[in-house]
DNA sequence: CACCATAACGCAACCGCTTGCAGAATCCCG
DNA sequence: CGGGATTCTGCAAGCGGTTGCGTTATGGTG
């Protein structure tokens, strides 16, 4: 049914191990034979059985990829690049989704390990014990999430919100809200932390929300009693959520109040108004992340974050 | 280094065949042989390697699924729902991004074909040829692409289409016009001839154009200058794209025209107005597709779409 | 022309696991 | 209690490749 090396090697009139040679060490052929072989094979539509090939070389060409959610808007451009990167290396790509479930990532990594040559955990949700317990198991780097012992990508969204924070400033706004993300989040510590580092500035802090639109527009009567004009939401959903909520209460943005979001996802910039929002650069984050991953170096990285600056942010009245 | 069925094999005392049927034929193997190996696998920590399984098996319990832009709204969900499907069944899941490049798909499909079980194709844009062709290859299931010979997925887009226009009717429309997608386009084909049966409604078609925002933007003049109260829109995109683009131009949703778009991505539930549109079961889809890849059925189906009403459309001035 | 380095290829073991077949042990029943 | 049927396990070949080593041409050198 599917040709095999040794179905070359027959049809070529050579052993199977010329066969093999011309194709994962062709200068150890001569010349004629190899285009001899490189013909018979391409007629007879022969291709290398990668997985067979793994088993003793040891090197799969494949990757793992794991996420919180697939469908979170956040993730797709992160794994569209991740897959590019991959690609272009002639690697492929194992996708999986966590569902949220610390547990599933302990679950996948294991699964995974045979198969591939290395992960790539997003966000991961495991605690450091149990991700240094896999990194035993294959090699692997961490996207957002600081981790020793571990290749890592960060996206510095500490000084994304600062910037964000200044930009309030710059506007004139003296108190500006918080909306938190759930308790525990690293991001929304490193959000937190950094964001009361802006001097001028008074900040409140308004949570833990849940980390979607639900979250954000459920805080809109306290961001309102709280008497702020300005708010950093913990992410572009929440911020939408907010808007909305907001809307609600009769108070329109950014004339009442301005609100920035995290992360810059489409569908902020599809909103109205418009998202102002720090961009969080995921394509890059996943393309860097592969390519660590594929050349084996154990570095940790911290990519540039920027504000976008769209509608829904202005002075106060 | 790693622990394999020889090792397993050794520490219990037992052949390795033995080994391998505790996993792969338990109840060929005595119960108290089989806890002891079972104990000595796990204190070792031995997890079975599926490739080399695979190599005798010939099944890898490893699918592909291939997207045209996985950052495309659109998709993920689809993604999510075939992984959670695969996952259920204990396979899994490569992912690949065509770029929008038909010949992609066949290089990938090529690529895959040793390494898994089966592909999932959506909306693919390669010839029927060339589909044929890798059929052979390799079992595949197709969304969104009527195809002989290979087990399809359809989401009725037609009928929704109709449902849209009924909608619009029925609110007190008579003349709508279709927002059409890119030229050559089968869903944007039969959207066409649904909407054109709905009896009451005069429909001009607005068209070709690029199935973003940016297409239905650029519409908005002309889709003004024919004069309808309402549009079907490719997808959401254009019809989001299209409200700004109205609203430009001095329009706004839906006082002075009602706009349905088709998909129900989440960027158009999250839009102000929020859009009416054509829900596509994309997860359905998505899930479907791998069941029927796993159980080797070749069937074609059809999926019901619906329509979701929400604040863009309204009754005609 | 003898000699040796080098290039090209064949040989065979092996990667981790499965599986048809056969041998050994145990069982059941007349 | 003998003998056939079962159950369990071992043996070894093989899945599709790779690779260290040995063998045979070939070329270059003195």
């Known amino acids: ?20 040679r011309t194709f994962s060490a062709p200068h150890m052929v001569n010349a004629t034979t190899r285009t001899r072989v490189l013909a018979v094979a391409e007629e007879l539509g022969y291709r290398p059985n990668r997985a067979a090939r793994a088993l003793t070389t040891g090197r799969t060409h ?9 469908a979170n808007p956040f993730f797709p451009p992160l794994i569209k690049a991740a897959h590019a990167a991959a690609r272009q290396r002639d690697y492929h790509l194992f996708v999986a989704d966590t569902d949220e479930e610390p547990a599933a990532e302990e679950e996948l990594v294991q699964a995974f390990s045979k198969q591939v040559d290395g992960v790539v955990l997003c966000s991961p949700r495991s605690s450091n014990k149990a991700l240094e317990r896999l990194a035993e198991r294959v090699p692997f ?66 949570g833990p929300n849940a980390p979607i639109e639900r979250g954000g527009f459920a805080a809109a009567r306290r961001v309102r009693d709280s008497g702020v004009t300005g708010v950093l939401a913990y992410n572009d959903l929440v911020a939408i959520g907010l808007i909305e909520g907001l809307g609600e209460l009769g108070l329109s943005v950014p004339q009442d109040v301005s609100v920035v979001g995290i992360d810059d996802i489409v569908p902020g910039r599809l909103n109205r108004p418009k998202l102002t929002t720090v961009a969080m650069p995921t394509a890059a984050a996943g393309r860097l992340a592969v390519d660590l991953l594929i050349q084996e170096v154990s570095a940790t990285t911290s990519l540039e974050t920027r504000l976008v600056v ?7 009245r």
Request: aromatic share 0%.
């Open 1 to 20: 049914m599917t040709v095999t090396i040794r179905d070359v090697a027959r049809a070529s009139g050579v052993h199977v191990s010329t066969v093999s």
């Open 62 to 70: 494949n990757l793992g990829l794991i996420v919180a959610d697939i």
């Open 141 to 206: 780097v961490v996207i957002n999430r600081r981790l020793r012992g571990a290749a890592t990508v960060l996206m510095d969204v500490g000084h994304g919100a600062r910037l964000a924070v200044e930009h309030l400033a710059g506007l004139g706004h003296t108190r500006v809200a918080l909306v938190s993300g759930p308790a525990g989040s690293w991001t929304s510590a490193e959000i937190r932390t950094a964001a009361e580092q802006v001097p001028g500035v008074e900040l409140v802090v308004v």
């Open 310 to 316: 769209r509608d829904s942010t202005a002075a106060p």
